[in-house]
């Protein structure tokens, strides 16, 4: 398995442009997270989902981000329009994990698209 | 609400020094850590889990309830543990789903 794949690795755009961001999950997880890395603020999850279904966006900064999960092997992350303040590092990590236990299940993360918007 | 907190941006060590990393939580339930690590262009992969209780690399790290507190060490630091680490605390949300919450990371740079 080659991991979790992102795409593209970078991408640098002007503000105001559209940017979507792309990850395909290790096959057979059902966890899908969008994080965004930035020197100030370290890691944060922008939004999660279980089996397709955003359970948790509360991380997504502005109305101008939206994710989706059309299927499992696949998730998009768009920037609409995007600004200089959302260049950062977003990472898409993947893991698989029982619906109702309380146990942690390692995430898998894939190697990072890192943003520029000038 | 749930909060970790890494001091430190950046340690720097000379090889074979003891390193300590620190990190502080809050969380008003029982806290699940863990430390993440991300060389140079790889992944960011997990490093070790306090509920494993193991030593990975010669890292160990230690849950202190009473100071909140889980903090990496290794007795003797190698150039090859230069890396930025993260600590991170798993979050039972009510609706039964897990969420992970990162600190700010601190940069790891061992010097022959």
């Known amino acids: 398995d080659a991991g979790v794949i992102q795409s593209p690795r970078h991408e640098v755009t002007e503000m105001g442009q559209e940017v979507t961001l792309r990850c395909k999950p290790i096959?057979?997880?059902?966890?899908l997270f969008w994080y965004r890395q930035t020197m100030m603020r370290g890691l944060e999850l922008l939004i999660y989902?279980?089996?397709?279904?955003?359970?948790?966006d509360s991380g997504m900064p502005e109305d101008r981000f939206s994710a989706k999960m059309p299927n499992a092997s696949f998730s998009t992350l768009k920037i609409q329009p995007s600004e200089p303040r959302d260049s950062a590092v977003y990472f898409c990590?993947?893991?698989?994990?029982?619906?109702?236990?309380?146990?942690?299940?390692?995430?898998?993360f894939g190697p990072g698209t890192r943003l520029t918007v000038l | 609400a749930q909060r970790v907190t890494q001091p430190e941006k950046l340690l720097s060590v000379f090889k074979g020094a003891p390193v300590e990393l620190k990190c502080n939580y809050s969380y008003s339930g029982s806290p699940e850590l863990f430390w993440y690590v991300q060389y140079s262009r790889q992944r960011l992969q997990l490093l070790l889990r306090?509920?494993s209780r193991e030593s990975i690399k010669g890292f160990t790290a230690d849950l202190n309830k009473g100071e909140t507190s889980f903090h990496l060490k290794k007795p003797f630091a190698q150039e090859e543990d230069s890396a930025m680490y993260y600590c991170?605390?798993?979050?039972?949300?009510?609706?039964?789903?897990?969420?992970?919450?990162f600190g700010t990371g601190t940069r790891l740079l061992v010097s022959p």
């Open positions: 306090h509920i």
């Open positions: 991170a605390l798993s979050s039972l949300m009510n609706t039964g789903f897990q969420k992970l919450v």
């Open positions: 990590a993947s893991s698989w994990g029982a619906l109702s236990a309380p146990i942690y299940n390692e995430q898998f």
């Open positions: 096959s057979g997880h059902d966890y």
């Open positions: 989902f279980n089996n397709n279904v955003p359970i948790d």
